[in-house]
């Protein structure tokens, strides 16, 4: 409930800024009468944050930064990936792609859209598909929802995220989009009649370093890995549907 | 002064060419196994694996899979299984389904499952992971997990810079082998 709470506040703290969302416009909503639901999580395991250096801004600029900040984020992704992998290894039988899924077909009924809850899960995502699948769908329109899963910076939390967009098929539809066109190319991001970004985090380990957590980690059995991280997909999924239910302020 | 690699402006301009060169390089679709990097694997590299027989070499990803969809150059990794063949066999070790082994009484022969593959790219860096599950060809024999793993800069997603990534990786995992059939294992 907490994080759930963090992601809500999130959304209320970026409306202050330029928009950084659009909910569904009430006129649009009475025409959204059947929906496509998309997953795409593209990771097989578990990705490991990085804080990415500033050295570039810190010298300057110029390439020469350019290459310092490279080298830099570089080295702290080979001692990122070494400290994730005994966690990947206990992890290895998770599959938060299905994890997701299931908690999205259980939260996205009660959008009261048709078909909205039957959620298709792609593993990998062509230069081009989501244009075709909203060319070729059915539905009034399509969402779809990229997921990713890391444990962050320090090895302290379980973070899972989410970009969402709702694209329109029906041409009745098209005047809701953020901009509004009707070319080939339908999966802009200015053509979306809905989007939303979520970031949902799982406390898991509260020491001093990222080394001393990755250790205490690879210590744990698997469920208790992958309970916080069932939890996060659970939490996304309701954040999803709930936002998707508010409309747009007139 | 000696250096052991370019200075920073080689860098900056091996950095630029492949760029250039990239953004005139098709989307890469496949991965190439006569690609595979075996350069630096030497004829005493290859006789120090070739105690090993792997009698079976499966896929188990998980379906669909890609093998990386990094900075849209997607590659689906579907002739992965060929690569690693390939790979294999070019680092020593003897496959069933490419030799025909009639004595392996005196050899080490497991069976590998692979259980992910995958590259991904976060900041100017890019990652590649092998895992396999690893078991003697006998019966209940217990399995055991092991994984290759490669990070370096991502100068332009070349096919050839995958290519090199996945073979560090599988060079890893060859060592895993070579531990899990070693005498004390």
């Known amino acids: 409930m907490r994080n759930f709470l963090a992601v809500l506040v999130a959304l209320s703290l970026g409306a202050c800024a330029t928009p950084s969302f659009r909910h569904i416009e009430p006129d649009a909503r009475a025409k959204l009468t059947s929906m496509e639901s998309v997953l795409i999580v ?49 992890m290895i039988d998770f599959d938060f792609g299905a994890t997701l899924e299931q908690e999205l077909e259980a939260e996205l009924a009660a959008l009261n859209i048709a078909n909205a809850q039957e959620v298709t899960l792609l593993r990998g995502l062509e230069a081009g598909t989501p244009n075709t699948m909203i060319e070729q769908s059915g539905a009034s ?21 989410a970009v969402v967009a709702l694209y329109p098929v029906s041409e009745n539809l098209y005047p809701y989009k953020e901009k509004v ?37 690879a210590e744990r059995p698997a469920s208790e890995l992958t309970g916080p991280l069932s939890e996060a997909a659970k939490i996304l999924a309701r954040a999803i549907a709930a936002d998707m239910q508010i409309d747009a302020a007139e | 002064m000696t250096r052991a690699g370019p200075n920073i402006s080689g860098w900056a301009l091996a950095g630029l060419c492949s760029a250039l060169l990239a953004a005139c390089t098709p989307t890469q679709t496949t991965l190439a196994p006569a690609a595979a990097n075996l350069t630096s694997v030497s004829e005493g590299d290859r006789q120090a694996m070739s105690h090993i027989h792997i009698a079976a070499l499966t896929d188990n990803r998980e379906k669909d899979a890609m093998l990386t969809d990094m900075l849209g150059r997607p590659m689906a990794g579907t002739d992965l299984m060929d690569w690693l063949s390939t790979s294999l066999s070019g680092r020593g070790l003897t496959i069933a389904s490419t030799e025909t082994q009639s004595d392996l009484s005196d050899k080490c022969v497991i069976e590998l499952e692979l259980r992910r593959a995958y590259i991904t790219a976060q900041a100017a860096s890019k990652s590649s992971s092998l895992v396999f599950n690893i078991r003697k060809a006998e019966p209940d024999a217990p399995a055991k ?19 090199v990534s996945l073979g560090r990786s599988l060079d890893e995992v060859v060592d895993g082998i070579a531990d899990f059939c070693a005498p004390d294992e």
């Open chain 2, 145 to 163: 997990l092991i994984r290759g793993n490669h990070s370096n800069m991502n100068w332009s997603s070349t096919n050839s810079e995958t290519n």
């Open chain 1, 141 to 161: 329109a399509v969402l779809f929802i990229n997921s990713t899963y890391n444990l962050s910076a320090e090895f302290d939390e379980m973070v899972a995220t």
């Open chain 1, 42 to 90: 593209t990771q097989s395991e578990i990705g490991a944050e990085i804080n990415t250096s500033k050295a570039s801004v810190a010298t300057g600029g110029g390439i020469v930064g350019a290459l310092i900040e490279s080298g830099i984020n570089n080295a702290r992704t080979k001692t990122a990936e070494e400290l994730v992998a005994p966690i990947r290894d206990i």
């Open chain 1, 181 to 217: 066109d009707a070319d080939n190319k339908r999966a802009e991001l200015s053509d979306n009649i809905y989007r939303n970004t979520f970031r949902v985090t799982q406390p898991l380990s509260d020491l001093d370093k990222k080394e001393e957590n990755a250790a205490a980690l």
